[in-house]
Antibody, heavy 120, light 108 residues
Framework: QVQLVQSGAEVKKPGASVKVSCKASGYTFTGYYMHWVRQAPGQGLEWMGWINPNSGGTNYAQKFQGWVTMTRDTSISTAYMELSRLRSDDTAVYYC?????????????WGQGTLVTVSS | EIVLTQSPGTLSLSPGERATLSCRASQSVSSSYLAWYQQKPGQAPRLLIYGASSRATGIPDRFSGSGSGTDFTLTISRLEPEDFAVYYCQQYGSSPRTFGPGTKVDIK
């Protein structure tokens, strides 16, 4: 079955960077876009951008441009999201979510989430 | 950017009752690229409905979606205990993808 397994929780200091991984299994990794979404404690969902695992092409939400980097390693079917210059309000659960189908698509399935805590 | 507004913010109902959740977009959602997700505490969101009215794989038929343009509705015909959760709408037809703020369905 299609599964996305994310890396474990992280605690970072303000100004640091964090890199979250998302390992895919059960399908052809390069065939479907991967999205990243974050959720601050008690808040709603915020889309950060996507990566095309086939080409490595990316599309970031304007808010995150210059600040987030999405990459992939096709040899191990893993996508990465790196966020730099962390602030306390970047404390959130970060999810990877696969496009359900090729083309215009909702997100299904989702990874289990990675809690990133930014604190001095 | 398409802004999504959901109402009500909280819906207090009893098991067996019907739930009607609304999602309104600031501009027309192209080709009804509107999805609904369910999220329970400590869990990732789960896709329920896509294309405004198509149920995702494994979703019970008590969940139904309708609407087009700027007004969309998620209906749960008879609430089961496991349906008490937060529901988000999302448009995925244009960039940036956007989510509504969510509707919490809790037990009355």
């Amino acid at each position: 079955q299609v599964q996305l397994v994310q890396s474990g929780a992280e605690v970072k200091k303000p100004g640091a960077s964090v890199k979250v991984s998302c390992k895919a299994s059960g399908y052809t990794f390069t065939g479907y876009y991967m999205h990243w979404v974050r959720q601050a404690p008690g808040q709603g969902l915020e889309w950060m951008g996507w990566i095309n695992p086939n080409s490595g092409g990316t599309n970031y939400a304007q808010k995150f441009q210059g600040w987030v980097t999405m990459t992939r390693d096709t040899s191990i079917s893993t996508a990465y999201m790196e966020l730099s210059r962390l602030r306390s309000d970047d404390t959130a659960v970060y999810y990877c979510a696969r496009a359900m189908v090729r083309g215009v698509s909702p997100f299904d399935p989702w990874g289990q989430g990675t809690l990133v805590t930014v604190s001095s | 950017e398409i802004v999504l507004t959901q109402s009500p913010g909280t819906l207090s109902l009893s098991p067996g009752e019907r739930a009607t959740l609304s999602c309104r977009a600031s501009q027309s959602v192209s080709s009804s690229y509107l999805a609904w997700y369910q999220q329970k505490p400590g869990q990732a969101p789960r896709l329920l409905i896509y294309g405004a009215s198509s149920r995702a794989t494994g979703i019970p038929d008590r969940f139904s979606g309708s609407g087009s343009g700027t007004d969309f509705t998620l209906t749960i015909s008879r609430l089961e205990p496991e349906d008490f959760a937060v529901y988000y709408c999302q448009q995925y037809g244009s960039s940036p993808r956007t989510f509504g703020p969510g509707t919490k369905v809790d037990i009355k």
